[in-house]
């Protein structure tokens, strides 16, 4: 397949999020884990699902009851710890460039990294958030591959998603792409 016809498969009519976030290509894993990830991946998006949304719908100078203004932070500092001991038993993963749907995504990786094959099923690890530092597995063919710079992108194309899973992930990425253009209009 080709660059234009991969963009299309993956990006075209759907939401869309660029970001530079902590992710690595793994290969593929055996199904019965594959199905275990997917329903971690669910939960994950599901929480934050929730954390986004709740501190969407309350705005910073709002009146909320100060002991439960206090209660939230605590919450995120537990959360903050309890990520940090996960991670530091953990190999951080390098954060690169990423573009993605809920079809799919492009992801720029080393000049120094083993690139895919065309056709490779892997699974793409990427930490969706700050906000809770673990990692969602997908799985995915690499539908092509071309070198920006010396550096190879993959051009990923998700393998079926559970139902609930796909959306939670459309959602996520249109917070991400809601935030992205507040913020250009706050720059201007």
Same mark, same amino acid.
């Given at each position: 397949m080709n660059?234009?016809?991969a963009r299309e498969a993956l990006f075209g009519d759907a939401i869309a999020s660029e970001d530079a976030r902590p992710l690595s290509l793994l290969p593929a894993l055996p199904e019965g884990r594959q199905r275990a990830?997917?329903?971690?991946? /669910? @939960? !994950?998006?599901?929480?934050?699902?929730?954390?986004?949304?709740a501190r969407a719908d309350e705005p910073e100078d709002s009146g909320a009851d100060p002991a439960l203004r206090r209660l939230e932070a605590k919450v995120d500092l537990l959360v903050g710890l309890v990520g940090a001991l996960i991670q530091r038993d953990q190999p951080a993963d390098p954060v690169r460039r990423l573009h993605w749907s809920s079809r799919g995504a492009s992801v720029?990786?080393?000049?120094?990294?083993?690139a895919p094959i065309v056709g490779d099923a892997v699974v793409l690890r990427l930490q969706p958030s700050d906000t809770l530092p /673990? @990692? !969602?597995q997908l799985p995915a063919?690499?539908?092509?591959?071309?070198?920006?710079?010396g550096a190879p992108r993959a051009w990923l194309?998700?393998?079926?998603?559970?139902?609930?899973?796909?959306?939670?992930?459309?959602?996520?990425?249109?917070?991400?792409?809601r935030r992205a253009v507040a913020e250009r209009r706050r720059q201007r």
């Open positions: 660059i234009e016809a990830a997917l329903a971690r991946g /669910e @939960a !994950l998006m599901r929480a934050l699902a929730l954390v986004d949304e720029v990786l080393d000049a120094d990294d083993d /673990e @990692a !969602l063919h690499v539908l092509a591959i071309e070198t920006i710079e194309r998700f393998d079926p998603l559970p139902p609930n899973l796909e959306a939670l992930l459309e959602r996520h990425l249109f917070r991400l792409h």
